[in-house]
């Protein structure tokens, strides 16, 4: 992944881990999965479970320990009311941006479109 991909990442990363927590459950590891299920096949569990502990933290997510076969009870996260509202303004945060950069790669790509 490219230096301009991993900083775009940055912003929207704990947007998309919510949505990951609205749709189940999950813990840490689950998360990485999922997140490469979904493409994003460079992110290292470490910058997962960073975002995990803000977002708790913030009080987006409640967190349960459940047993575990092997070691210690996993932290399983799940996305409360405090995190589905964080995730709304998320959803509308993003189609917002997505409009206006797809306006503006369209004038870009297309200028003679724009006297016409």
Do not use: C
Not at 19 to 42: C, H, K, N
Not at 62 to 87: C, F, H
Request: glycine share 10%; net charge negative.
């Amino acid at each position: 992944m490219g230096k301009q991909m991993t900083e775009m990442l940055k912003g929207t990363l704990e947007g998309i881990v919510l949505a990951i927590l609205a749709v189940q459950p999950a813990y840490g590891y689950e998360i990485t999965a999922r997140l490469r299920e979904e493409g994003f096949s460079d992110i290292v569990e470490g910058t997962v479970y960073a975002l995990l502990v803000r977002i708790e933290q913030r009080g987006l997510v409640d967190v349960a320990k459940v047993p575990s076969e092997k070691g210690p009870p996993r932290k399983v996260y799940s996305l409360n009311t405090l995190g589905g509202e964080y995730l709304e303004e998320f959803w509308r945060t993003w189609s917002f941006l997505e409009k206006r950069i797809e306006q503006l790669h369209h004038r870009i790509e297309h200028p003679q479109e724009e006297g016409e």
